[in-house]
């Protein structure tokens, strides 16, 4: 069973009008070398990010915890199956905090927003 839920919209044109104030900076201090990698090849880079910061931020919520105190963004990486279907890798703090614990995500984006929802199931109740 579900026992956290945390939902975030994001507005793809702020993401994009950061990426084009502060570049690699910002993209380096928030998504992995992967996702970046995977976003620039794609038409629509800004909807990409934009769904990847909103999963970071869905999670964060879902666990209840701050950025700063319990792990960084990097910790945190959306990754595809070869299906397609996004998912969430942790690394560094965050690998401890999610320890024994399933993670659901979903994404959408239009050319306007997107959105992620992250489930957090613990690992005993499945």
Known sequence: ???????????????????????????????TQNEIHRCNKRVTAAECFAARFAAKEAL??????GWCQHFSWTD??????????????????????????RIVLSLSHTETHA???VAVEDGNDS
């Open 76 to 101: 945190v990486e959306v990754v595809n199956q070869e299906s397609g279907k996004p998912h969430i890798s942790v690394d560094g703090k965050t690998k401890e905090l999610v320890k024994n614990k």
């Open 60 to 65: 964060a919520k879902a666990l209840g915890h």
């Open 1 to 31: 069973m579900f026992k956290d839920l945390g939902v975030d919209l994001v507005d793809v044109h702020r993401i994009e009008k950061i990426i084009e104030k502060w570049g690699r900076r910002f993209l380096e201090r928030i998504f």
């Open 115 to 117: 959105v992620a929802v």
